[in-house]
């Protein structure tokens, strides 16, 4: 069963940080990170952790978020410095993992967090 877990979200300044976190559960775990949407926008990718290791980030998260893994793979966080009240938006952790039986791969996000920054 494929189940993702957030952790950490909430209420700060603008200029604050915060980390979230999130526990994976389910088969082999390939591409793993956060994912964002603001209501009435479409989610976009904010930080990747691809199957090979090679971080990819948002270009307006870019050196203020830092997207890390776990010791034990199935966890990923997200360290997020200097926040900006544009950074305001439900997070979700994301995952890309192998379906059951080998027979291929798919997206799953969790239910996601809120993060609210203030101005």
């Known amino acids: 069963q494929v189940q993702l877990v957030e952790s950490g979200g909430g209420l700060v300044q603008a200029g604050g940080s915060l980390t979230l976190s999130c526990v994976v559960s389910g088969p082999s775990i390939n591409a793993i990170g956060w994912d964002r949407q603001v209501p009435g926008k479409k989610r976009e990718m904010v930080a990747h952790?691809?199957?090979?290791?090679?971080?990819s980030y948002a270009d307006s998260v870019r050196g203020r978020f830092t997207v890390s893994r776990g010791s034990a793979k199935n966890t990923v966080y997200l360290s997020m410095n200097s926040l900006k009240p544009e950074d305001t938006a439900v997070y979700y952790c994301?995952?890309?993992?192998?379906?059951?039986?080998?027979?291929?791969?798919?997206?799953?996000w969790g239910q996601g967090t809120q993060v609210t920054v203030s101005s």
């Open positions: 952790i691809s199957g090979a290791g090679r971080k």
């Open positions: 994301y995952a890309n993992m192998d379906l059951p039986g080998g027979v291929g791969y798919d997206d799953y």
